[in-house]
């Protein structure tokens, strides 16, 4: 059933393009901007890299989770999908994978390169990486309650980001700490495990209040 | 003799209630703030490490607690509400946020002024200071949700799930930005190790926060009563209730 969701949004995701790149572009420049804001000193710049790039990431899937619901509760989709007899919580499920699909994963893919112009090491940039992979569905999945809950409402934008960005800490300071501890030798794989768990933990209870929240803001 | 418990789960009849238990916190607030003060002020000595300038401890402390415990009160609050349907639940739950972001500002406030003196810098990202803050703005969110929100059944429930998810997330924001604290080693003085308190400090400063109790207590319930008048405005009660006042 999240199959079906999935592949019906990559589709309509793949019919306008346009929206998958601007999130990669504002991913790109924002990362960019920051060298630009603070000075090109290599070193400076070699400790930023994990925070700015992991706040990049924050900020570019923040600002797409408007798109999650709003076209499907417009033109009533998400009204049929509330009726039908299949679980929500494995519909918004299948919904929050689409999101991370399209605006999480082009992130990951392009973290590397993004890295390699704050002059990260090949271990680190492997460690950005995976933090990346491992923390941005879980992004995705916290980011669906709160665009769940400002469904149709005047201003949902800003207000989607004063309810997540709070949220978003814990998954911020292992992502970004993960690249740091590997630096420091630490060694990045409690970091990851614990990332890995929150990731665990949103598979699990964040679709379900997705689903407690669609209802509420659909009644 | 059964007593009937939900006889006051209704708007009507805690709206009486509640008008006859303001008094009665506010004259406790009163007199506890005045006691609390006085020892604060003219009975604790002189810490011998930190001079006069630690006597904000008296208000700086009740409040952090104060910011904290509301935060979990107002979540079972709303949490009830979402369960039970109860309109005078959401009701607490909204009259709460305020207060509790007032005393989270305050203590962060006066936390900044303690830290001038006391370690010359106004702020340090310190586990404590940090998770306070992130706190004041999970009841901001809390409150600008509801604000946002034109029906209030709609709000009162989509409020119950973000300070539910609030709840959930307290625990894991505090460790996260505790195990990031001591990664990074930036604060080099931590709030956590206080020295041995006099006996008189420890008194004046469980009295303050008694007293900052009942003053969210006096101030929770008024706030309550306005918001049952203002969505009960249609009803017969509130129509007689005007009838009365004019």
């Known amino acids: ?219 | 003799m059964a007593i009937n418990w939900f006889k006051y789960s209704s708007p009507a009849s805690f709206y009486f209630l509640a008008g006859k238990m303001i008094p009665l916190f506010t004259i406790a607030a009163i007199i506890l703030f005045a006691v609390g003060l006085y020892i604060g002020f003219f009975v604790a000595p002189t810490d011998f490490q930190q001079g006069e300038a630690y006597r904000i401890i008296f208000i700086h402390v009740p409040a952090a607690w104060m910011s904290m415990f509301l935060y979990v009160i107002m979540a079972i609050w709303a949490g009830i509400g979402l369960a039970f349907n109860t309109r005078l639940s959401s009701m607490m739950a909204t009259a709460i946020a305020p207060t509790g972001a007032m005393f989270t500002f305050l203590a962060l406030w006066t936390g900044a002024l303690w830290g001038k003196p006391m370690w010359g810098t106004w702020w340090v990202w310190d586990a404590r200071l940090t998770s306070e803050l992130i706190l004041l703005f999970l009841y901001i969110g809390f409150m600008s949700l509801q604000a946002a929100i034109d029906d209030p059944r709609r709000a009162d429930k989509a409020g119950a799930v973000i300070a539910l998810v609030g709840v959930v997330n307290i625990p894991i924001i505090y460790f996260s930005v505790k195990w990031w604290n001591t990664l990074h080693q930036g604060a080099t003085v931590s709030v956590t190790q206080s020295p041995k308190m006099a006996t008189t400090m420890l008194t004046g400063m469980l009295i303050m926060s008694i007293a900052c109790w009942m003053y969210a207590i006096a101030v929770i319930l008024i706030r309550t009563r306005t918001i049952i008048l203002e969505r009960e405005r249609h009803t017969a009660w509130v129509g007689e209730l005007r009838g009365v006042a004019q």
């Open chain 1, 1 to 219: 059933m999240s199959l079906w969701v999935i592949q019906r949004d990559l589709l309509l995701a793949m019919r306008r393009r346009s929206d998958v790149l601007t999130t990669l572009f504002f991913f790109i420049i924002v990362v960019s901007l920051f060298p630009l804001g603070v000075g090109p000193e290599i070193n400076m710049l070699r400790t930023m890299a994990p925070g700015v790039v992991w706040v990049a990431a924050l900020l570019a899937s923040m600002l797409s989770l408007g798109r999650m619901f709003s076209s499907d509760y417009l033109d009533g989709t998400l009204e049929q999908m509330l009726l039908s007899p299949q679980s929500l919580s494995m519909l918004v499920l299948g919904k929050a994978l689409a999101h991370w699909l399209v605006t999480g994963v082009p992130l990951v893919l392009m973290s590397p390169v993004l890295g390699i112009q704050y002059d990260l090491s090949a271990d680190a940039l492997l460690v950005l990486t995976a933090s990346l992979l491992l923390g941005t569905p879980v992004l995705s999945l916290i980011g669906a309650i709160g665009a769940a809950l400002t469904l149709g409402l005047r201003g949902g934008g800003v207000l989607v980001s004063l309810l997540v960005l709070p949220l978003y800490i814990p998954v911020l300071i292992f992502g970004a700490g993960a690249v740091e501890a590997s630096a420091a030798g630490l060694g990045a794989s409690a970091h990851l495990s614990l990332l890995g768990a929150f990731l665990l933990a949103s598979l699990v209870l964040a679709p379900w209040a997705t689903a407690v929240s669609l209802r509420i803001s659909m009644e």
